[in-house]
């Protein structure tokens, strides 16, 4: 009896290399990876292209209107909830900070096409990446369809933008009807969102 | 599988890039900045888009199991079902996530332009009843400035079948019925092959008196008249009996570590159900083929067997009741084994980790039928146990390798259906274990077994 309380009292004993070996066994293997399943689409491409694509924009842009290194510092640590968190607020935010840049700095012509062709592009990469994972998968024809009007805008936008650059200042008439216009603009988008809430 | 009506509701981006577009425009008039208006318009542009060409109809899906009864197998055809959607003008994609249990879940974001069919697929080594493709969708419109609310579709319920391995020869039972069928029996009746030639006696046909034998024997010359007449006399024809009792108790993956629950076997690995679907689905397309009559029952359920019978309806309802065998909980013990016809051949599937199916087995065997042990336990590994879970195991294995020695020593074949699982298989695949057994005095059961006619197929 004595005899097999020791074997016992030894096999319970303490042996560093084989909880050493089992730790290793059990950490160097990991969980392994469940199969994959299929989901037969068009040309696609994965999420996460247009993530990093959606955060290159975004640092672009945000290093563009800023002089300082630690504006670019803190614009480019804004930047990354674009490409981690793209279906949040935070790109909204982030791009109000560009556009608070590009406010504060001087204005440039082309430096200001180049921002305002950045801040909606990585607002559209967002808003079709905001929805799904990393491993998600964007169909071209997705990024088409949504690339569509994307590009209609933004030339309606530069256009006005350089045609405001280069034509003489038309005095403080032209200034009171931009307030008309924005104040029509506010009245009309008040309405849609009355519409909106009446609809849904 | 159809899904409810869908809700548009507001989309929270698109508000919040609206009123960023708007405060931007409203900021670059107020300082006369048109780079800054500029980088509003297009925001503001965009709600106003996406609100113009709004969707107004409901998204309709379908999720339709299509080509889901593949067999399994590495390199077999997937599992496949098929997304139907039908998006309203105005509607710019689909965000999609499709799972299924044992699977990484696949998200994708469709075009949603027009109406769509997404093909769905999965590989598995599973067999039976799979819930596949639940289906989690939600259609956008343009800039999101709506998106709809849409319950999710599914899972499917898809029957994967299982796969039939052609097999050369099978065992037949010790004693074949019938008076018409595929083998020769040891009687004397109704059938092809010569037994003798015999005096004619009442009640023989007069078809079978053999002439010539007749007039060797019985002629007598001098008067020129006949004497005793002879009949050829042939081995009657019979069918065999074959019962399938597939043991259901119990489903174990090749990983000891998920025997006990705690983690579960991954779909591209085969369970002791999947070799047992597989493995009576062979014989029984094979015996069937052949002409026999072949039943099934299940030693986990107590519910009315298939009966033995022939052709190929009942095939497919063997296959269809071999599909969707499963196990139940925790079955009661059968007080009384299941009733079998005479002389069947018994053929019992089971992992034998524990004593019902082998007492069923050697009750069975003497009672007189012969009896099969199918072993349908996949090739264990033992990677990933500790050391405590191991020992258990060499304990179970111990347990198991006796049960088998003692299903051998009472005169009952064994077949391990994957040839050596765990060390008390032999290298023989189960194609040779069969054609050794289904030898007229091979293997335990050669003792008075019928005689196969032309070989077998």
Not at chain 1, 143 to 165: E, K, N
Not at chain 2, 23 to 40: E, F, K, Q
Not at chain 2, 91 to 108: C, D, I, K, N
């Amino acid at each position: 009896m004595e005899r097999a309380g020791a074997d016992a009292g030894r096999a319970r004993r303490f042996r560093p290399a084989t909880r050493a070996r089992s730790w290793w066994l059990e950490t160097s293997r990991g969980p392994s990876r469940p199969p994959a399943m299929g989901v037969h689409l068009g040309a696609a491409v994965p999420a996460w292209s247009l993530r990093a694509v959606a955060f290159a924009l975004a640092v672009a842009a945000g290093a563009l209107v800023t002089n300082s290194g630690v504006t670019t510092a803190l614009l480019v640590l804004a930047a990354v909830p674009v490409a981690v968190a793209p279906g949040t607020a935070l790109p909204v935010l982030t791009a109000g900070l560009i556009g608070w840049g590009l406010l504060a700095g001087d204005a440039d012509p082309l430096l200001a096409s180049v921002v305002v062709l950045c801040v909606p592009a990585f607002l559209l990469l967002g808003r079709l990446t905001g929805g799904v994972g990393w491993q998600a998968r964007i169909e071209l024809g997705a990024l088409r369809r949504a690339g569509q009007p994307f590009l209609v805008f933004q030339v309606l936008a530069q256009v006005m933008m350089h045609l405001a650059f280069v034509l003489p200042a038309a005095g403080r008439g032209s200034l009171w009807a931009g307030v008309a216009a924005l104040a029509a603009l506010t009245v009309l988008t008040g309405l849609l969102g009355r519409r909106l809430r009446a609809t849904t | 599988m159809r899904a409810q009506p869908s809700l548009w509701v507001p989309g929270g981006s698109a508000a919040l890039a609206g009123g960023l577009g708007m405060a931007l425009l409203a900021l670059g008039l107020a300082t006369s900045r048109p780079d800054v208006a500029a980088l509003g318009l297009p925001l503001v542009l965009g709600v106003a888009w996406g609100w113009v060409s709004r969707p107004r109809g409901p998204v309709e899906a379908a999720l339709v199991p299509g080509g889901g009864t593949a067999p399994a197998g590495a390199g077999a055809d997937p599992v496949r079902a098929a997304l139907h959607l039908h998006t309203p003008p105005g509607t710019s994609l689909v965000r999609l996530r499709v799972s299924t249990a044992g699977y990484q879940p696949a998200e994708v974001v469709l075009d949603a332009g027009s109406d769509r069919q997404v093909p769905l697929s999965l590989r598995t080594a599973r067999t039976g009843v799979l819930e596949a493709f639940r289906v989690d969708y939600v259609p956008v419109a343009q800039e999101e400035v709506l998106a709809a609310h849409c319950p999710p579709l599914g899972p499917v319920r898809l029957l994967v079948r299982p796969q039939v391995r052609p097999l050369r020869r099978l065992p037949l039972p010790f004693r074949l019925q019938g008076l018409v069928g595929p083998h020769t029996s040891r009687r004397v009746g109704e059938g092809l092959e010569l037994h003798d030639i015999h005096e004619f006696t009442p009640g023989d046909r007069l078809r079978r008196i053999d002439w010539r034998t007749t007039v060797r024997r019985s002629l007598d010359p001098r008067t020129g008249e006949l004497g005793e007449l002879y009949v050829r006399r042939t081995l009657a024809s019979a069918d065999a009996s074959v019962m399938l009792v597939v043991d259901s108790r119990d489903e174990v993956g090749p990983d000891v570590d998920t025997w006990a629950g705690g983690a579960s076997t991954r779909m591209t690995h085969a369970t002791s159900l999947d070799l047992a679907r597989e493995a009576a689905a062979s014989i029984a397309q094979h015996m069937l083929h052949r002409g026999d009559r072949v039943g099934l029952d299940d030693l986990g359920r107590q519910r009315r067997p298939v009966p033995p019978a022939a052709g190929s309806k009942h095939a497919e309802r063997i296959i269809q009741r071999l599909a969707r065998i499963a196990p139940e909980g925790s079955p009661k013990p059968r007080l009384r084994s299941p009733r079998l016809p005479s002389g069947a051949l018994v053929i019992i599937f089971s992992t034998f980790l524990d004593d019902e199916a082998g007492t069923v087995a050697a009750l069975w065997r003497s009672q007189g039928h012969r009896v099969l042990a199918v072993d349908v336990l996949p090739t264990v590994t033992t990677e990933n146990m500790d050391a405590l879970s191991n020992t258990a195991y060499q304990l179970i294995h111990l347990e198991r390798g006796l049960r088998l020695a003692d299903l051998r020593r009472q005169g009952i074949d064994v077949i391990h259906w994957v040839g050596d699982p765990d060390g008390h298989g032999t290298h023989m695949g189960a194609q040779e274990a069969l054609l050794l057994a289904a030898r007229p005095h091979g293997a335990a059961g050669a003792r008075g077994a019928a005689i196969p006619r032309g070989g077998g197929r």
